[in-house]
């Protein structure tokens, strides 16, 4: 990996120290000319118009997203967000009175608030697993539950938002086979930093987004879907004419492949930069960039918990790109406003982003460092200069 030569793609480098990829990463200069390009050629010749003759362009987003999951073109649909391509699918498993919904501690809160709604409107009932000593789900505890509650669906966050935490969900994938559970896994921090194989993981379902480790433009990201659920004739609320026809007065068919799970209207400069940002991580290579991350991570745990006050507060076996730390007796407002006087990007997570998880850390807040492969050692020790003088 050229890090020199990435930089100088990535122009986003030259004015910040950005170290938020777990909000939204750099984009590469391929990524923002593609989005650029197409969006000044539908302002000048019409959108539709624009749409049929770069067909060929966007239909590549299908192929690419399933090259990076070992996956088929069929299996692959596009979402304008990681929890668009979440909740369409958390839509359309046949929840009813009483099915249980396996999930963890540590899955993303907005995907909390859909299992809680959907405890509210279906009076379906939330069974969240235990816990490994060293943090993660433990995988005995899943197999215990799974044994006890035959769930209907289990619901893994690969990658929490908020801990350095990677979830073992090859692990809870063979599980779920063994017993012909439903499998969603979110893995909208892992695509673009881990390698991932859906093959491997078994997953019924899988959703990400594009702006994050992926470093494609917002507003795009996917949704995987097994064959077991296209067979199974699973369809999510509410389709429309872009997942299925309308073929009489009383009468609609959806479509035979993942892409039931879209609506029709969609930014296509935001498909084919998505396309373009799969591409070029599967250029540098997956798994390249999980190790130059990986490297950077552990650096910035390393530099921060030497820093009097501070404690990082990641937990589980296997760790990532994501570095949460928490000052004793600072203020976030302090610490976020030192970071952006000296043009450093990086994230501050409150109680609400993780409930279970700070409040069994006893943490109201913590900060979130998110190294991208294009970040630099020399970057890490600058912002820890700057949080020494806080
Ligand atoms: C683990 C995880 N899942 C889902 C999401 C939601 O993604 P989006 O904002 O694209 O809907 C996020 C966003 O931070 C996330 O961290």
Redesign the pocket.
């Given at each position: 990996m050229d890090i020199q030569e990435i930089r100088n793609d990535t122009p986003g480098t030259q004015f910040h120290i950005h170290l938020n990829s777990?909000g939204a990463s750099l984009q590469p200069i391929p990524v923002i000319e593609a989005v650029h390009e197409y969006l000044q050629e539908e302002a000048l010749h019409g959108g539709y118009e624009i749409e049929a003759a770069r067909k060929e362009n966007i239909e590549g987003f299908y192929p690419a997203v399933a090259n990076l999951l070992n996956a088929k073109a069929v299996n692959i649909a596009f979402a304008s967000?990681?929890?668009e391509a979440?909740n369409k699918a958390l839509s359309a498993i046949p929840f009813e009175e009483g099915d249980v919904l396996l999930t963890t501690d540590d899955d993303?809160s907005?995907n909390q608030i859909a299992f809680l709604f959907l405890q509210k409107r279906y009076k379906i009932r939330i069974v969240r697993s235990g816990k490994l000593p060293t943090g993660g789900l433990d995988l005995e505890s899943i197999k215990n539950l799974i044994e006890k509650h035959h769930p209907k669906l289990v619901a893994i966050?690969h990658?929490?938002?908020n801990s350095g935490l990677v979830q073992d969900i090859v692990g809870v994938g063979a599980l779920c086979k063994q017993h012909g559970i439903w499998y969603m896994v979110?893995a909208?921090?892992s695509a673009g930093q881990l390698p991932l194989d859906v093959e491997k993981i078994g997953c019924d379902f899988l959703s990400a987004?594009m702006r994050k480790w992926l470093r494609g433009p917002r507003g795009s990201?996917f949704l995987y879907v097994s064959d077991r659920v296209l067979q199974a004739g699973l369809e999510s609320f509410f389709p429309d004419l872009g997942g299925a026809n309308w073929i009489g007065a009383n009468q609609y068919e959806q479509l035979k492949n993942a892409r039931l799970f879209e609506y029709w209207e969609k930014n296509y400069a935001l498909v084919i930069g998505g396309k373009v940002a799969v591409e070029y991580a599967l250029q540098i290579g997956l798994e390249n960039i999980e190790s130059r991350v990986g490297e950077l991570a552990s650096h910035t745990r390393q530099q921060l918990a030497m820093l009097p006050g501070w404690k990082v507060l990641d937990l589980g076996k296997k760790k990532c790109g994501i570095v949460t730390a928490h000052h004793e007796t600072g203020r976030p407002s302090q610490f976020s406003q030192a970071l952006k006087k000296a043009n450093i990007n990086a994230g501050f997570a409150r109680t609400v982003n993780a409930v279970i998880d700070f409040t069994e850390k006893g943490v109201e807040w913590a900060m979130r460092v998110s190294p991208h492969y294009y970040n630099s050692k020399e970057e890490i020790d600058r912002m820890i200069e700057v949080l020494k003088k806080g």
């Open positions: 777990a967000s990681a929890t979440y993303y907005s966050t990658v929490p938002t979110d909208c921090q987004t990201g």
